[in-house]
């Protein structure tokens, strides 16, 4: 562990040389919804390419690259595209952008991701709040926490009966009926991919009280509030669950239903920032 606090440490060095400020919010940007990090000010860019010691995503639709500056007045380190399990990297390598986060001294993350929609009144295009998540790869032994515990960032065991922050998500309900915007919620299952899910596995969600099902947010939530970071969290409804084995998923339809999702996304986000 020593070694990885080492790394982290590295990457912290690195970030600090580039940009000297105190950072407020991380964001993390999921499947076509980079956007958001253009809509930064007064901002820098640096690929992930060049930074020494940081994982690489090899998913189309994560541009790869870190943008930091402004957005409404707050401070905020930007991730345009993350990486996942699936990809091959430990679940360690996966959340080490949230302890360098943590070492930075940011207190609240803010994540999106496209996903499935498994609740039967979800359509394509629309935002999920997420309310809780059911943490399929941790239950399955694929926790990031396993190992010996970094006392540096949390306790051994770190109660998750509130995931996601009451407070944010409060703000991000009012905004989004100012703004006219349609703001599902509901609970995000997290599996760990690259396949898409059968029709059984679909039906199994469902009956387990599921909304959303998607690859990636549920082990980043996980360090975050071992690191006592708030958390609010947002899923792009990319595709109808197919439950019933009647239609085929693609990667292509999500990165194009996020050209409709980001844009409400990022309003939301914004006006969030705004209001805190």
């Known amino acids: 562990m020593e070694k990885y606090l080492s790394e982290i440490d590295e990457l912290v060095k690195i970030i600090r040389s580039k940009w000297a ?4 919010y991380g964001i993390i940007l999921g499947s076509g919804l980079g956007g958001v990090a253009d809509s930064v000010q007064n901002s820098i860019s640096i690929p992930y390419n060049e930074i020494p010691g940081w994982p690489l995503s090899t998913v189309k639709g994560h541009a790869g690259k870190m943008v930091i500056g402004q957005l409404e007045s707050k401070s905020v380190m930007v991730m345009q ?17 949230v302890r360098v986060m943590q070492r930075l001294g940011i207190k609240c993350l803010i994540i999106t991701n496209a996903a499935g929609g498994v609740n039967p009144n979800f359509t394509p295009g629309d935002v999920m709040l997420i309310t809780d998540h059911l943490n399929l790869m941790g239950m399955s032994g694929q926790n990031p926490l396993s190992g010996p515990n970094l006392d540096e960032f949390g306790p051994r065991f770190p109660d998750m009966s509130q ?12 905004v989004a009926k100012e703004k006219g915007i349609n703001l599902q919620e ?4 997290g599996l760990s991919g690259p396949s898409f899910e059968t029709p059984a596995d679909l039906r199994f969600l469902r009956a387990a009280g599921v909304d959303a099902v998607g690859m990636s947010t549920v082990p980043e939530v996980t360090v975050a509030r071992h690191g006592s970071m708030n958390v609010l969290g947002f899923s792009g409804i990319s595709n109808k669950a197919n439950l019933d084995g009647s239609t085929v998923t693609t990667h292509e339809e999500v990165l194009e239903a996020g050209r409709i999702i980001a844009p409400k996304i990022e309003t939301i986000i914004r006006g969030v920032l705004g209001e805190i």
């Open 81 to 97: 595209g993350r990486i996942h399990f699936y990809e091959g990297y430990t679940m360690q390598v996966v959340t080490m952008p």
């Open 163 to 174: 995931a996601y922050d009451r407070d944010m998500m409060e703000i991000a309900r009012k």
């Open 21 to 24: 400020g105190q950072l407020q």
């Open 186 to 189: 509901g609970v995000y299952a």
